[in-house]
């Protein structure tokens, strides 16, 4: 059994592991989630873009409550060594950005999936739209990777 003063160091580890696995998740499902909607949109295709949307979704929740529980907890370096760091500060704005891209296609894909279920064929116009949107929210992903590796070798504190 791990004594007391290991269990921080291995929840440290364990956290930050999932945190970046989130990140390899995330990165394939929204790059298969543009190369999805290309189409074509038979119902295989359509699953393709709804199982890319899903693991997307998984990746975010990851990234959401890791980066909360490493950010507010007492595990890692503090909210004040964060919130004073400025590729902190960059990742968290790119983090935002791709939640605000990420209003239009929550919006439409839900409206693709509920057509799916009610039988009929969604409206898969603004498609194009959708794969522009999730190759920029993949390569703002990467520019997070950029931030982050800088935060974490003390660039940027102020």
Do not use: C
């Amino acid at each position: 059994m791990a004594s007391s003063e290991e269990v921080p160091t291995t929840v440290r580890w364990l956290l930050a592991a999932v945190h970046l696995l989130a990140l390899g998740i995330g990165l394939g499902a929204v790059w298969a989630r543009g190369r999805a909607l290309r189409g074509p949109f038979d119902r295989a295709g359509l699953y393709r873009v709804f199982a890319a949307d899903n693991w997307w979704a998984a990746a975010a929740a990851l990234w959401l409550g890791t980066g909360l529980i490493r950010l507010f907890s007492s595990l890692e370096k503090g909210r004040t060594y964060y919130f004073t760091n400025t590729y902190f500060l960059a990742k968290m704005g790119l983090f935002v950005l791709i939640v605000l891209l990420e209003l239009t296609p929550i919006v439409t894909l839900i409206r693709w999936r509920n057509s799916v279920r009610q039988g009929s064929t969604p409206d898969t116009s603004r498609a194009a739209v959708l794969a522009r949107i999730s190759v920029l929210q993949a390569v703002i992903v990467v520019a997070m990777v950029f931030a982050a590796t800088a935060m974490a070798r003390g660039l940027g504190a102020r």
